[in-house]
Nanobody, 116 residues
């Protein structure tokens, strides 16, 4: 079955960087676009950005453009989110997600906390 597992979150000072990873299995990774979402305390889950199946196209929420970069390794079946110049408002649980055959699958999430 489809499995997604995020890692790489943690406590970071404002202005710092993190690289989140999402390990995937149970589907043909290279066939599917992938996305990152996040959910801050008391807020709805929001799209951070997405990447095409071949890595050739990405798009990002306006709030993260220029600071976040999504990439993927279709050999290792891995999805990544490089986060730079972190702000306190980036504090959230970050999720990777994929839609396979009309079902959207989510990982368990990884917590990112930005605080001095």
């Amino acid at each position: 079955q489809v499995q997604l597992a995020e890692s790489g979150g943690g406590l970071v000072q404002p202005g710092g960087s993190l690289r989140l990873s999402c390990a995937t299995s149970g589907f043909t990774f290279s066939n599917y676009p992938m996305s990152w979402f996040r959910q801050a305390p008391g807020k709805e889950r929001e799209l951070v950005g997405a990447i095409a199946n071949n890595g050739g196209g990405t798009h990002y929420a306006d709030s993260v453009k220029g600071r976040f970069t999504i990439s993927r390794d279709n050999v290792k079946n891995m999805l990544y989110l490089q986060i730079n110049t972190l702000k306190p408002e980036d504090t959230a649980v970050y999720y990777c997600t994929v839609q396979v055959e009309n079902t959207r699958f989510w990982g368990q999430g990884t917590q990112v906390t930005v605080s001095s």
